[in-house]
């Protein structure tokens, strides 16, 4: 091919790199990959469809040529300081006009800094958050692109062919301005760690206290994601069950070790809500218990002082099973609930402009966090999309009330059991503490004012008031 014909450039030639840009190139757009290591050039090449156009280069600016104007380049590489290290190399080879994207999960901080640092030398910096995985890259993503709109028309073709696809509805769309996509991304992995979490605990309460074995949580697993619970979380979920170790021939499953990973979106997103300030416990729950995991040591010292013992659930697997499988729904619904309230604030306080139903069309498919429940969302939020909480939406309110009981009963019998269940736990506190109209922050407010003079409003009369609280 001839210098400046190439569509579309990718720096960072990993499994999402790669596969994202052999996807570009199976819908007709000539594409070109940077990567210091040759192999992942020649790999990149050889996996490409006949056909197709994919070019594999070890020097940057090798690709910065062959790039039609205004470039299009995207970056997949590690959040954090190699961002800011390819756009430090990139800058004396690319022009005004020309557009960088950032698809790595970066903090959107970072991205904001980026942005206005861009700006200032006439390129247009997009963050976007992409779900799915190696998978969702090769065949369809979730992508959450945010910045500058001009910038999100031109790449729009290239991007919505390789988006995942809902009803024919591709689930690439503008998020909104500034750093807009990576807070969207952000909030999607803390909705993930919310989920996983509560699947985990679910699993517990089926395993430990139902006496279910792997090959029954396969089947129910696998039933469930034929119901109100169809994800892709759940599904994942039946299959790990089915997974044995090809030396042990054990369940894998039970010979990994209990203590959990993280890349850092879930933390941030709780730090974030406590900044804006918007309450979403079920994701704090889910990133403490993922710290707490990580205790190991001290927990099998602590289990050996208070002789942990995990209780039979006396109730008839059926029936658990059943109930699980609510407090479950329930639970997805108000973890969605927390993140979606969490985006609709920032939106203002950030003058982010989020558009709600675009970032629940973007989620439909394609992205971890995909479910069947986000077609009762999209309803929602197209009748009213500045909904400040699902949970205010009667149609939302209705299925929580159906699924309330029997998830009040599961979390009865798991405590009674011994069982951990934060998530969970963290989610039902949630919705009956946004449901009161009452709470007792009267009797925190009195306290406050007692020892440190800060003040109350009265329910009988307007104002500012201040006791002297000691006789
Ligand atoms: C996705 C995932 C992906 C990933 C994160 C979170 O949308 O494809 O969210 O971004 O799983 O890296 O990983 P940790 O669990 O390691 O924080």
Same mark, same amino acid.
């Given at each position: 091919m001839m210098d400046s014909q190439y569509d579309f450039g990718m720096i960072g030639l990993g499994v999402m790199g790669s596969n994202l840009l052999l996807n570009m190139a199976d819908h007709g757009f000539a594409t070109i990959g940077f990567d210091l290591d040759d192999d992942k050039c020649v790999l990149l090449e050889a996996n490409a469809r006949p056909g197709t156009i994919v070019k594999g280069v070890n020097s940057l600016s090798t690709m910065v040529q062959a790039l039609k104007i205004p470039r299009k380049i995207l970056l997949l590489v590690p959040a954090g300081k190699p961002v800011d290290d390819v756009i430090e190399s990139l800058l004396p080879l690319i022009e005004e006009g020309d557009i960088v994207i950032d698809g790595g999960n970066s903090f959107y901080l970072d991205t904001m800094r980026r942005v206005s640092y861009l700006d200032s030398r006439g390129i247009h910096f997009m963050g976007m958050g992409i779900s799915g995985g190696e998978q969702g890259a090769r065949l369809g993503a979730s992508m959450m692109p945010g910045g500058n709109q001009q910038a999100f028309e031109a790449v729009k073709p290239m991007l919505e062919a390789v988006a995942a696809k809902s009803d024919g509805v591709p689930c690439f769309a503008y998020m909104g301005y500034g750093a807009a996509g990576h807070f969207v991304k952000m909030v999607h992995n803390g909705i993930e760690y919310a989920m996983m979490q509560i699947i985990c605990e679910a699993y517990d309460i089926l395993k430990r206290g139902g006496g279910y074995t792997n090959d029954e949580l396969q089947l129910l697993f696998s039933k469930w994601n034929e119901g109100q619970l169809q994800s892709f979380l759940i599904e994942i979920t039946a299959s790990v069950f089915k997974n044995k170790d090809?030396? $042990?021939?054990?369940?894998l499953v039970d010979l990994i070790l209990d203590k959990a990973g993280s890349k850092g979106t879930g933390k941030w997103t709780s730090q974030e809500a406590l900044n804006l300030p918007v309450a979403i416990p079920s994701i704090d729950a889910a990133v403490a218990a993922r710290i707490i995991s990580g205790y190991k040591k001290e927990r099998q010292k602590a289990a050996e002082i208070y002789q942990t013992q995990v209780a039979k659930i006396i109730i008839s697997k059926e029936s658990l099973a059943e109930a699980v499988e609510e407090a479950l729904t329930f639970s997805f619904i108000i973890a969605y609930a927390q993140g979606l309230s969490m985006i609709a604030k920032a939106s203002i306080e950030l003058n982010m402009n989020i558009h709600l139903p675009a970032v629940i069309q973007v989620w439909k498919a394609g992205c971890i966090i995909r479910s069947g429940l986000l077609v009762h969302f999209a309803k929602v939020y197209e009748a =009213? =999309? $500045?909904?400040?909480?699902?949970?205010?939406?009667t149609d939302i309110a209705a299925l929580l009330k159906q699924y309330e009981n029997n998830t009040r009963l599961v979390l009865t019998a798991a405590i009674g059991a011994k069982i951990p269940v934060a998530g969970f736990m963290s989610t039902l506190a949630y919705f009956d503490s946004y449901c009161s109209e009452r709470l007792p922050t009267n009797l925190l407010q009195a306290q406050r004012d007692y020892f440190g003079a800060h003040t109350y409003q009265r329910i009988d009369k307007d104002g500012i008031f201040h006791s002297e609280w000691q006789e």
């Open positions: 090809a030396e $042990t021939n054990e369940y =009213n =999309n $500045t909904l400040a909480n699902l949970l205010l939406s």
